[in-house]
């Protein structure tokens, strides 16, 4: 497989609503779009880094930035037998995970379809469908909140996450619970705590949550330990990973594609939980619908025992740029597309009106 061009994009796309965390709100996403040529054939990726270095170190200009001066120009021309060999010739860069994984994943696109099977096949994926919940961002008062949780349960989704922070978070808890009493319900609290709010942490415990998704420092594993040993809800890490395991600082792991730099790392710590008898489920990032098809190609695997956060496009975007838009099934679930690769066709047109800037490395670059 010999990577013959890659194309750099940044698009601008509006989220129909403001999303809130405890990090701040979002609502005019800047996105990368890769698009790499392997052997005459297109893969698509997206780099999943946010506007600001909240969740992590990396942003949309962090990633433009290593892709554009570092990454690409390593990649173009060479060749390898496999996409999984990739994380070894991009491994002289220190983290910028999510720069990594928007070209690894456009491989693995490519990959999948020159072989003429659909990603997830390719993945070694298992399960034809995946199972759905979603992430609510903060509002400004419970019944509105109570209001937004009915509705996605309507919609068939099995499991509701509650953005949570200090101050909106116990009342928001109980008003959902009170009107809701047997839904699986979590919260994410984006690192808003700290060990010292253990006992105010605790409060949470009587409303059964099936989890408390980062309460601490994104990368505080040692203070989660200490965390967990206090606490009856099993804690989640999203931030940080495996070693948390080891040190029993959570029971529970999101794997974000991005996060952990694609695909390939993406398998290998779903192989460690699923041997260590933890559950996993495939975390978001408001992807478009390139990001979000990869998310659902990797949630077919069989670790991933938990709905994530993979949802319909419609709840994000008026338009997207895949067709057709991904789609929630009555039960609650996404079914994995079964023609080849990614398994969405990328609307080229309508990426081209969204395109804000573009670099391509192409043959000319290419010294080998
Ligand atoms: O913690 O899961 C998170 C969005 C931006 C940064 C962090 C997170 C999120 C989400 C988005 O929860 C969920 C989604 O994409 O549906
Ligand atoms: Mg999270």
């Not at 070693?243 to 029971?251: D, F, G, N, V």
Request: net charge negative; charged share 25%; with cysteine.
């Amino acid at each position: 497989m010999k990577i013959e061009s890659i194309t750099l994009r940044e698009i601008r796309m509006k989220l129909k609503s403001p999303f809130e965390t405890s990090f701040g709100t979002v609502q005019d996403r800047r996105i990368l779009l890769v698009e790499v040529v392997v052997d005459g054939t297109s893969g698509w990726g997206e780099v999943t880094a946010g506007e600001t270095p909240a969740y992590n170190a990396e942003t949309t200009d962090t990633a433009w930035h290593v892709i554009s001066d570092f990454i690409a120009p390593s990649l173009i021309g060479q060749s390898v037998s496999e996409t999984s060999e990739l994380p070894r010739l991009m491994a002289q860069i220190r983290g910028h995970e999510m720069a990594k994984s928007g070209v690894e994943n456009a491989m693995w696109d490519a990959e999948a379809q020159l072989k003429g099977v659909p990603l997830h096949r390719l993945l070694g994926g298992t399960m034809e469908e995946i199972a759905c919940g979603v992430s609510l961002g903060i509002r400004e008062n419970p019944e509105s909140l109570v209001k937004r949780v009915e509705e996605e349960l309507r919609s068939g989704y099995q499991r509701i996450k509650l953005k949570i922070k200090p101050g909106k978070d116990y009342e928001f808890v109980a008003a959902v619970r009170k009107e809701f009493p047997n839904i699986r319900l979590s919260v994410d609290a984006n690192s808003a705590y700290s060990l010292d709010d253990a006992p105010y942490l605790k409060r949470l415990d009587q409303f059964g949550l099936l989890m408390m998704e980062q309460p601490l420092n994104w990368d505080d594993i040692h203070a989660h330990s200490k965390l967990q040993a206090q606490m009856q809800t099993a804690i989640c890490l999203d931030e940080c990973t495996l070693t948390a395991i080891e040190l029993k600082s959570c029971r529970i792991i999101n794997i974000k594609l991005g996060r952990v730099s694609g695909h390939t790392e993406a398998r290998l710590i779903e192989q460690a939980c699923r041997a260590h008898g933890v559950p996993v489920w495939c975390g978001g990032m408001l992807e478009s619908g390139i990001g979000r098809a990869h998310n659902i190609a990797m949630s077919t695997l069989p670790g991933f025992s938990l709905p994530g956060d993979v949802s319909a496009s419609q709840r994000y975007w008026s338009e997207d740029i895949i067709e057709p838009p991904v789609e929630v099934t009555e039960k609650g679930t996404i079914r994995a597309a079964e023609t080849p690769g990614l398994g969405y066709a990328v609307r080229r047109d309508r990426i081209e009106k969204i395109t804000t800037r573009r670099s391509n490395w192409g043959a000319r670059h290419a010294a080998r």
